[in-house]
Structures are given as structure tokens and as C-alpha cells.
């Protein structure tokens, strides 16, 4: 079978006109039925019924059989293609969400010097949410994602490199009662300095209030985590955040929820991703206990 006539016929489906589709591949339109043509006779069957203009048609049901086996042929080609530039010289896409790139990442940095891998690494820095989908649509080669419950997804593996916790972060003259562990009464009335939406900072303070009935109403917003620590040194407010973004300022008070709420950092990789030997080379340098425990 053509991959050529194939590629007339994908593009056939999407457009339902023989005219536009010769149109996008540049080529003639007499091309493009003759493919239709060589595909019909191959499989023996018929794959559209015309209509009477003889530009407009519908898949017959082997029509539509066909069509989407090609979505599933031309993904594997374009993966195939993206899997060879890699070892032909392509850099390695790492994702690192800019928490876990400021606070976390840092340490296994001198290491990948050290081997020679830092120069094909190629840093994609967003959200973990976004990352996630960046990873299953292979925007990303691996990724370092933040959750509040390890990862659980049937295309994705997982290893979990580090656990966090988010801690109560107070300006140090900041009156608070005594306590081992604060509980949500403890701090419903204050003002919040909340991060934005791509911080998952933000779900962790907004399930709080949910899961106590009532509605985060007293805040202050910012898209910038050194804006929204700043603010809560000067005692503009008191925020939610996870101990290693704030565990050596010293105008912080860091004071633990009663009820822990955990924060989880895994090197994750889709799953049935064809590995190249630095990617190896850059995953064995992110498992290594070495550099960073799993624990603070």
C-alpha cells in the first residue's frame, strides 16, 4: 500500500472535496482520484459514494474503517520521525515547572555537567498541569511534575523523586497561636496572598476553603511566587506554599497544617517513549539518591 495514496486519502476525509484537496498537497486533481482509485482496487471495496457533482462525497463504512487506521498510521510516522531526530542530534526536551526548576532541579545540575548531558538538554518550562499534556503529546521527552497524589495514569510512568509539604507561611512578627500544627480555623479570617492559577498552590488553597464550606473572599493575587513572598515577609498577608520555596527566608515563619497536605515531585515519561542512551544518561542522573533524598 502507497503511503503517498494514503496521505491523498487522509487529506481527502478531512476535507470532503477532491478540488481543496489537490489544492493542499499542490498537486493535480486527476492525482488525487487516481489514488482514491489505486487504494478502491487494493483493498476491493469502495471507500466514498459520490454525489452528483462529483466534488462532494461520504465515507462508505470500509471508507471509514480506512479513514481511521490512517490517523493511527500517520501518528506512528510523525512519532517514528520524532523519535530518529532525537539520535540524529535533536536536543532532549526536559520539562521543569518553574518551582520545581528553582527550588529542586538546582542539585542535579553540577551532575549533568559532570556527564556531559547539560548541552543536549533543552529546558520546557511551564505548569505541571500543562506539562502533563505537553508529555502524552510529545511536546516533551520527560518531565518533572509537582502532584498532590502520586501519579497514577495508565500512559504515563512515574517515579517519585522527592515529597514535600505545603506549610502555613507567615511574616516572622506575625501573631499566631502556639501550635504543633495550625487547623483551617487558625487562619480562615486572615488576608491571603494566593498565586495564580498555573500554581498549584492555588487548588491547594482553594480545596482548603471548599472542603470547610466557605469561600476564599480576603486575598491578594499574583502571577510571581518571589512577589507573593515578599508580600508575606512585610506581613501583607499570610500564604500556603511548599516548604522548599520558603524554608531559607528568614522573614518567613513556616508553620505546619495540622492535616499535612503532601506535595509530590516525579520524573515522569510516557509510557512506550523510545529511550536514546542520554536520555538514560539524564534519567539515571535524576534517580540518583544521591544528589537529592526523597525526603525533607
Not at 459514494?49 to 490517523?71: N, P, Q, V, W, Y
Not at 549533568?112 to 516533551?140: C, D, F, Y
Not at 466557605?214 to 506581613?235: F, M, P, R, V, W
Not at 527566608?249 to 513556616?254: F, L, P
Request: proline share 2%; with cysteine.
Amino acid at each position: 500500500m502507497n503511503l503517498r495514496d494514503l496521505e491523498y486519502f487522509n487529506c481527502l476525509c478531512k476535507t470532503k472535496n477532491f478540488t481543496e484537496t489537490a489544492k493542499i498537497l499542490y498537486v493535480s486533481q486527476p492525482s488525487v482520484t487516481m489514488a482514491l482509485h489505486r487504494l478502491e482496487k487494493e483493498l476491493n471495496t469502495k471507500l466514498i459514494i459520490r454525489d452528483h457533482s462529483l466534488t462532494k462525497f461520504s465515507l462508505t463504512e470500509t471508507g471509514k474503517i480506512l479513514e481511521s487506521h490512517c490517523a493511527t498510521i500517520f501518528n506512528e510516522i510523525n512519532e517514528i520521525k520524532f523519535e530518529i531526530s532525537k539520535v540524529a542530534g535533536r536536543k532532549i526536551k526536559l520539562g521543569v515547572p518553574p518551582i520545581i526548576g528553582a527550588y529542586f532541579f538546582p542539585a542535579f545540575m553540577e551532575k549533568l555537567v559532570e556527564n556531559g548531558a547539560i548541552e543536549k538538554v533543552e529546558l520546557v518550562e511551564t505548569g505541571s498541569a500543562t506539562m502533563k499534556n505537553l508529555l502524552l503529546a510529545g511536546k516533551v521527552d520527560m518531565a518533572l511534575i509537582g502532584s498532590l497524589t502520586p501519579i497514577d495514569a495508565t500512559d504515563i510512568d512515574a517515579t517519585i523523586l522527592k515529597t514535600d509539604q505545603f506549610v502555613v507561611c507567615l511574616s516572622k512578627n506575625h501573631i499566631i497561636p502556639e501550635k504543633e500544627g495550625l487547623d483551617f480555623n487558625d487562619i480562615a479570617k486572615e488576608k491571603f496572598i494566593v498565586l495564580g492559577d498555573s500554581y498549584i498552590h492555588n487548588k491547594v488553597l482553594k480545596n482548603l476553603f471548599l472542603k470547610n464550606k466557605t469561600s476564599l473572599t480576603n486575598y491578594y493575587c499574583t502571577d510571581e511566587i518571589q512577589t507573593a513572598k515578599s508580600l508575606i515577609g512585610s506581613g501583607i498577608g499570610i500564604g500556603i506554599m511548599i516548604h522548599m520555596a520558603v524554608k531559607n527566608i528568614e522573614s518567613i515563619k513556616k508553620v505546619p497544617l495540622k492535616e499535612s497536605i503532601l506535595f509530590y515531585i516525579s520524573l515522569a515519561i510516557k509510557k512506550n517513549h523510545y529511550m536514546t542512551s542520554d536520555e538514560h544518561k539524564i534519567k539515571d542522573v535524576l534517580l540518583s539518591r544521591n544528589n537529592v533524598g526523597l525526603n525533607l
